[in-house]
């Protein structure tokens, strides 16, 4: 039987994967049998997740991103460790929700630092030679706060509708290399993250919300399928472009 989302034998960088999207991303690659190179901040969690992987190999590093001096030697070391990467999905972020009149420059700082800075310095040292495989593929985790406009998410939204137009351009540019460049936007799901939003928010807010997304909130498994397709054989002919996990929400 032919199975094309099969990642066995590909080798896949996965940052932010001690919780969340990245988290349930990686035990799904896992699961479809590639190796895994996970990076993260808190090393505890992170050990949770490798040992949530299905298969062996897999490697757990715990680092911030935001701290990284040289990620073009940081990856030509990974890759002669492991081999070259057959993809990277780049999960790590930070979400601030708050009026922009009330943030501060180290907020604006702080999350193009992660959400940006970091994804354009990953991406770049990714397509160095011998860290790449040939058909390789590389996902970039954007959100639906990058198409439409979220009151009290303005600096959030305003990275990552800079991540979706980066990853456009790249997609051109990384072509004649092979290397697809895509991004995943979901909408409200249910993870860590969104846990501390809920908290600020009424339950009628948070009812709201729901209803604006029509086939319900979201949750992690539904964008890890959606980032798997892409990295997998599915995903091929596609790059350059956002796929939007949001429930119907921008359908509205």
């Known amino acids: 039987m032919i199975n094309p989302m099969q990642l066995e034998g590909r080798v896949i960088l996965v940052t932010g994967a001690s919780s969340g999207i990245g988290r349930d991303t990686a035990i799904l690659l896992s699961q479809m049998g590639a190796r895994l190179v996970l990076v993260a901040r808190d090393t505890y969690r992170l050990e949770e997740t490798k040992s949530s992987l299905e298969g062996s190999d897999h490697i757990g590093i715990s680092k911030d991103l935001c701290e990284v001096d040289d990620f073009s030697y940081w990856l030509k070391i990974l890759a002669g460790d492991v081999g070259p990467f057959h993809g990277l999905v780049h999960c790590a972020g930070k979400v601030l929700t708050a009026p922009l009149r009330l943030s501060k420059d180290e907020d604006i700082d702080g ?17 160095q030679r011998d860290v790449y495989a040939p058909g ?11 198409l439409t406009g979220q009151p009290g998410l303005t600096l959030y939204s305003a990275t990552k509708g800079a991540l979706n137009a980066f990853c456009r351009s790249c997609a051109i540019e990384f072509a004649r290399d092979g290397i697809r460049v895509n991004c995943v936007a979901p909408g409200h799901i249910t993870t860590e993250m969104t846990d501390g939003l809920q908290k600020q928010l009424t339950t009628d807010q948070l009812a709201t919300i729901e209803r604006l997304h029509p086939l319900g909130i979201g949750h992690v498994r539904d964008v890890a399928m959606a980032v798997a397709f892409l990295l997998a054989d599915t995903g091929r002919w596609i790059t350059g472009t ?4 949001d429930g119907g929400y921008t359908a509205q």
């Open 242 to 245: 956002t796929l939007v996990v």
């Open 111 to 127: 999350l193009f630092h992660i959400n940006i800075k970091a994804a354009i310095l990953l991406v770049k040292a990714f397509r």
């Open 136 to 146: 390789s593929s590389i996902v970039l985790l954007s959100s639906i706060g990058g």
